[in-house]
């Protein structure tokens, strides 16, 4: 069984900066890509990044790129989303999430666990 848990959301102000962490439980982390993801209200959820299962390579849609960095850490079974100048507009729940694939994908529809996510707020 696969669990996701992640942590470090919060309320900052826009140009601030936050690191949210997802801890993975379960075997193979390291065997899959790993993704965030974010929806706000009335909103579609959405893809912020994702790292393939080396860490070799990530993908970011244009909204965040420049400002949003995804990492992990194998050894810890975590996956990091450092954010940077962050502007109201990001403002959302934030989900961390495991693909079925080992390559980085936005596609939502390739992840088959999720966590419970974690609410990110930036006030202006």
């Known amino acids: 069984q696969v669990q996701l848990v992640e942590s470090g959301g919060g309320l900052v102000q826009a140009g601030g900066s936050l690191r949210l962490s997802c801890a993975a439980s379960g075997r193979h982390f390291s065997a899959y890509a790993m993704g965030w993801f974010r929806q706000a209200p009335g909103k579609e959820r959405e893809s912020v990044g994702a790292?393939?299962?080396?860490?070799?390579?990530?993908y970011y849609p244009d909204a965040v790129k420049g400002r949003f960095t995804i990492s992990r850490d194998n050894a810890k079974n975590t996956v990091y989303l450092e954010m940077n100048s962050l502007k109201p507009e990001d403002t959302a729940v934030y989900y961390c999430?495991?693909?079925?694939?080992?390559?980085?994908?936005?596609?939502?529809?390739?992840?088959?666990?999720w966590g419970q996510g974690t609410q990110v707020t930036v006030s202006s």
């Open positions: 999430a495991r693909s079925t694939e080992s390559a980085a994908t936005g596609n939502l529809n390739l992840y088959n666990y």
């Open positions: 790292i393939s299962w080396t860490g070799g390579t990530t």
